[in-house]
């Protein structure tokens, strides 16, 4: 397990995790502009193609969740989906720890989570009509609606935090026993470990702001009985009125 280390920056010590935090945010940024700066519409290069890729497969995630247009919510969830994933990655790398593995680094994700469920809720549904939804089904269950909306925050901060530091755990325990090439393995099933928790934290995170912007949609009025058509009538042969 990788001892943390600080950096003295203007008289106050920077935590490793902020440093590798602002490391993983710098690289993904530098990543967009460079995608972004040689976007093309024909002959697009390989980097071009995974970006467009992921960003399809997030879309389409976030579809099946909301059950509507995903533009507005795909840069939030995709950028922490992204994060989680190149904080995750770098348990891999030697000496370094990974920004999820100190707890202040996945409080801060699961604020962003609780900060954009109302804020998505209160442009959809309006303040009056967002607060309303803590009354229901009943009027009764408001601290217990309140408590929820607490809790899953804490168990998404939880959830990140216990599986970065367990993996990092288990990871240095094995190191210690069995050797240098031995933990290699569980270091690339830590590193798949680590996709698969960066993808439940946005479908998470797309789940609660499901519940918060979906309205409930009124049934379709039955169509109205048609008349019969009127008798046609008698031909110049047929028999008489």
């Known amino acids: ?101 100190e707890l202040a680094v996945p409080v801060a994700l699961a604020l962003v989570v609780f900060v954009a469920v109302p804020f998505f809720g209160v442009r959809r549904r309006g303040l009056r009509g967002y607060l309303r939804t803590y009354l229901e089904p009943s009027p009764l269950l408001l601290p217990l609606n309140v408590i929820g909306e607490l809790s899953r925050t804490l168990a998404l901060c939880v959830r990140l935090f216990g599986n970065a530091m367990s993996g990092q755990m288990i990871g240095a325990i094995v190191l210690l026993v069995a050797g240098l090439l031995v933990p290699v393995p569980l270091l690339l099933l830590g590193l798949l470990g680590g996709l698969i928790q960066a993808y439940i934290f946005g479908i998470l995170a797309a789940v609660y702001i499901a519940a918060a912007v979906q309205v409930e949609r009124e049934p379709p009025a039955p169509a109205p009985p048609q008349a019969a058509p009127p008798p046609l009538p008698p031909g110049p042969g047929g028999p008489p009125p």
């Open 1 to 101: 397990m990788t001892p943390p280390w600080t950096v003295e920056v203007l008289g106050v010590a920077v935590p490793d995790t902020v440093v590798w935090s602002v490391v993983v945010t710098a690289g993904l940024g530098l990543l967009a502009a460079l995608v972004g700066a040689r976007l093309r519409v024909a002959g697009a290069g390989a980097l071009q193609v995974a970006v467009e890729l992921f960003v399809a497969w997030v879309e389409g995630t976030i579809a099946e969740v909301v059950e509507e247009d995903p533009a507005p919510y795909a840069p939030l969830i995709g950028g922490l989906m992204l994060f989680v994933a190149a904080s995750n990655a770098l348990s891999i790398v030697p000496r370094v720890r990974p920004p999820t593995a």
